[in-house]
Each structure stands twice: as C-alpha cells, then as structure tokens.
C-alpha cells in the first residue's frame, strides 16, 4: 500500500473532480467549491433523486402489497419474484447514477445462484436472494431521505445563489412588481424591503456565506445516499470476503509454486551440480589410486572441499525453507541470526510475551529477512532497526534504514510480492520511504497464538 503524502488540502484537487485531479489551485477549496464540478455533480444527484425516488416507491410498495395480497394463490410468488428483479434493475441503475454523479464505485452484487434451469427454479432463486431483498428494501427507504435531502439541498442553492446575485435583478421589483425590492416584512401600515445599499451589501453577503456553505450541506447530504448505496446495492459483505478468500488463495498457490521452482532451481543449480562434479571427481580418483596415489590425494581433497561447499548450500537453503533455530527457540533468535548476516549494522528488538503460530511465525520471519536483504543491497545505509510488538490480536513488525529511501510497492518490486504474500494472510504492509531517506516499511499480521 503506497501513500503520498505532502499534498495540502487545499493547493489540490480531490479524486473526485475528474480532469482537474492533481492541479494547483490559486484559490482555496473553500471558496472554488461552489463551482466544481463535483459540487454541481453531488446537486444534481440530489435534483434527481426526488422524481426516481417517487419512481421507486411507487413500484416497490404497489408490487410488494400485489404480491403479498396474493400469497394466498399461486400467483403472489412470481409477482415477488417479479418485482424483486425490478427492484435489482433499479439497483443497477442507481449504481450507474451514483457512480457517475458521484464517483462511488460500487461493485455488482453477487448473481443469482440457480441450481438447476427454468422458470420455477428462477423463481426460488429470486425469493431466496438476500441481494434482492436488500435492493427491494432500499426502493423504500430511499424515498423519505430523497424528499428530505431535496428540499434542503435546493433550497439552501437557490436562497444562496439569488441573495448572492441580487443586485443584478432587484431592479425587477420597481419595475414590474410596484416595490422597492425583496420585502422582508408588511402588514397593513408598514412594510419592510431591501432597497438600499446596505441593505442590498448584506443580503449579498449573507448569500455568499450560504453559497459557500451549500456544496458542504449537499455533500453530507449525498454521504447517506453513497452510505445506502454502498450497503443495500452493492455485494453483501459475505460475498466480499468470498471473492477476497478465492483471490488470497490464488496468491498463496502462486507463491508455493514459486517457492517450489526456487527450491529445484536452488538444488539443481548448486547443491546437485557439486555433487555430480564430486562423484566425478571422487571416480577419476578412484581410477588414480593405484597408478598415481598422489594425484588420487589431490583429488580427493579438492572433493573434500566440494562436500564442504555443497554441505554450506544444502544449510542455506534448508535455512530459507524453514531455519531450525525459529522451531526451536522462535522469532527473536532466528531474527538475530539474520540481522547478524545483514550488511550493515541492526539494532534489534522483540517484545513479544508468548510465540505466535507457526504459519504467522514464519511469515513474519520471512517478511524481516527479505526487508532486511532489500536494506543490504539497496539502500546504501548506515544502520537499520527492527521493532517486532504485539497490539491485542495484531502482529507488527518495523524495519528502518537511514539509506536513500524511493522504496515502492507499486514498481513491480519485491516489495509487491511481499504485499501479496501478507494480503493472502490479512495482512498489510505499509511503506513510508521518500526519495532521500529514511524507509520505514510497517507490516502487520493477524495474531493467531500457537
């Protein structure tokens, strides 16, 4: 997960205002909001949800009653099919609305799950849909909210930009009314207008405070249409994490098969190669004994460095399988082990009251010798810390450097597969690392106890 950070609120452009994203502003959010473009889109949602909102009353509430009424025959249960599937069709549409007035990006729900073909099994398909229920509900409860939010929204707009724009179409009363201007109060003796120059100053500026204040108003207003949006018509949570399991399994098989082709890679490259050059050798050495002794000596010791050699290989990668000092004596002397091969100076410190499962032992383990071999050959630093603490039911792991920073998670990097590789776990790694220096790369892993 890479952050930028530096970016003041008020020099740029929020997400949501389309081109202009990322753009320098001479003027302050507060006072160009009236006239972004997000401000007019969040009105006009709220301009539309009125008349779709009668819409979707009116057909959630007549075909609901319809199919209710009808229960006691047959045909009540296609009519509630029936207007489940109009309510998922207004959900589409709603969707779509918001996504483009409002710029929310709302997945679609899960589709109906038929275990077999044809109209009935349709039918039950429909009925047994939490999604569609959700949707129906939401054709009803969007109604009050959307008379509510409507008359606030345009009456806050249309009173702060007619106050704002007064003096150019006061002179409408004079002429054409018979009045002096906006009258503020009259009975039969007395009558109250906005006729003078400081009258007229201060209904500008109480138009210009209301104006202002109006993109605000509305956009609060259209954070319970994006929060009913979001979670009547979009996938249910228990779909969510579906998709999230099924994707988190992906990654881990792609990792364990990744794993698998760097342990054959690792043996047939190293390990094996010296082991056939050994039986070679320990051979011809057999073939000299009797002719050459000496030169069988020879060999023989150059084979007995070759074992030597394989044997360093073999504890390497045993050791980046699974090191049998983390089995033994855990995170904190299997970490110092692997600080003491790291280039540069680490301080070291690991407060942990009881050790955490294997698999999150060994992730966490993997995750600060990978860090820890970026921080050797990338980062050109002096010395580096590594902080490992419990919070409630979270495992953290930090690891700093003083180098030149402009790690990134988004380049493709080793990074990126450590992120995937935390994600499949419900973990996060968060990287902190402006050009220049320092890094500090936070990874944080659920706590399961051993």
């Known amino acids: 997960m890479a952050t930028q950070y530096g970016q003041g609120y008020g020099e740029w452009d929020d997400p949501g205002s389309g081109a202009t994203a990322g753009r320098r502003h001479r003027l302050p959010l507060a006072l160009r909001a009236p006239i972004e473009g997000r401000s007019w889109g969040e009105f006009c949602y709220l301009l539309l949800s009125l008349p779709i909102g009668i819409t979707m ?3 959630g509430v007549t075909m609901f009653s319809l199919g209710a009424g009808l229960l006691v025959t047959f045909l009540g249960i296609p009519v509630l099919a029936a207007a489940l ?9 709603e969707r779509a609305r918001a996504r483009g007035l409002l710029g929310l990006e709302v997945a679609d729900p899960e589709p109906l799950r038929m275990k077999r073909r044809g109209a009935m099994a349709w039918v039950g398909a429909m009925l047994r849909s939490g999604t569609s229920w959700r949707h129906m509900l939401y054709t009803v409860l969007q109604f009050p ?4 939010s409507f008359s606030v929204g345009v009456t806050f707009w249309a009173c702060g930009w007619s106050l704002l724009t007064y003096p150019l179409w006061f002179w409408v009363f004079p002429r054409y009314l018979g009045q002096d201007g906006i009258q503020l109060y009259g009975d039969e003796t007395h009558h109250v207008y906005v006729d003078n120059p400081f009258e007229i100053t201060v209904s500008v500026l109480l138009g210009l405070l209301i104006t202002l204040a109006t993109p605000w108003i509305v956009r609060g207003l259209t954070t319970v249409d994006r929060l009913l949006v979001h979670g009547l018509l979009g996938p249910s949570r228990l779909a969510t994490r579906v998709v999230e399991l099924e994707s ?9 098969a990744a794993d698998l082709r760097r342990i054959e890679r690792d043996l047939h490259d190293g390990a094996q190669a010296r082991l056939v050059a050994l039986a070679m050798d320990l ?3 057999k073939e000299k004994l009797t002719v050459d002794p000496q030169a069988a000596a020879r060999m023989v010791d150059e084979a007995h460095g070759e074992v030597k050699t394989a044997l360093q290989e073999l504890r390497d990668l045993a050791r980046g399988i699974h090191p049998a000092v983390l089995t ?3 995170l904190d002397a299997a970490l110092s082990a692997v600080a003491s091969r790291c280039t540069v100076p680490v301080q070291m410190d690991v407060d942990l009251a009881s050790r955490p499962a294997p698999a999150i032992e060994g992730i966490a383990y993997f995750t600060v010798s990978e860090l820890l071999q970026n921080v050797s050959k990338h980062s050109r630093a002096t010395r580096a810390t590594v902080d490992v603490w419990r919070v409630e039911d979270r495992l953290l792991l930090q690891v700093s450097d003083d180098g030149i920073g402009g790690a990134d998670t988004s380049t493709g990097s080793g990074l990126a597969g450590l992120a995937g590789r935390l994600d499949a776990v419900d973990g996060v790694l968060v990287v902190d690392s402006p050009a220049g220096g320092p890094t500090r790369i936070t990874a944080e892993l659920p706590w399961r106890s051993a």
């Open 248 to 256: 988190d399994r992906g990654v881990v098989v792609d990792t364990a």
């Open 283 to 285: 051979g011809l050495a």
């Open 85 to 93: 599937a109009g309510a998922r069709g207004f959900g589409a549409l």
């Open 57 to 59: 009353f009116t057909y």
């Open 328 to 330: 033994d004596r855990g």
């Open 145 to 148: 909210w959307a008379v509510f």
